[in-house]
């Protein structure tokens, strides 16, 4: 089973910019979509981003669209979480997952391996 390991994750101030970053094992990276998630503290966890296996299919939950982008480098075993403009309320753990093998597009469903996630603050 693949891993995911996250990180970039850190204190900032609102309206700057992170980007984090999700890098998984094996050889079969490039055959999963991938989504990120966040978990705010004392709130349910929710999908934010997540692309196909080869990087064309891209959605975003409407609270980030237009200020985060998602990217992936297969050659790299890793997808990225570009965040510009944040907002206290983007705070939370990241988590980033992998979907269901050969899935052609992307979803917050049917997830597999899971990261443990990396911290994002957003606070002055």
């Known amino acids: 089973q693949m891993q995911l390991v996250e990180s970039g994750g850190k204190l900032v101030l609102p309206g700057e910019s992170l980007r984090l970053s999700c890098v998984g094992t094996?050889?079969?990276?490039?055959?999963?979509?991938i989504a990120w998630f966040r978990q705010a503290p004392g709130k349910e966890q929710e999908g934010v981003s997540c692309?196909?296996?080869?990087?064309?299919?891209?959605t975003y939950a409407a609270p980030v669209k237009g200020r985060f982008t998602i990217s992936r480098d297969n050659a790299r075993n890793t997808v990225y979480l570009h965040m510009n403009g944040l907002l206290p309320e983007d705070s939370g753990v990241y988590y980033c997952?992998?979907?269901?093998?050969?899935?052609?597009?992307?979803?917050?469903?049917?997830?597999?391996?899971w990261g443990k996630g990396t911290l994002v603050t957003v606070s002055a």
């Open positions: 692309t196909s296996k080869d990087g064309k299919w891209l």
């Open positions: 094996g050889r079969t990276f490039d055959s999963y979509p």
């Open positions: 997952a992998a979907g269901r093998m050969d899935d052609s597009r992307c979803s917050y469903s049917d997830m597999g391996s």
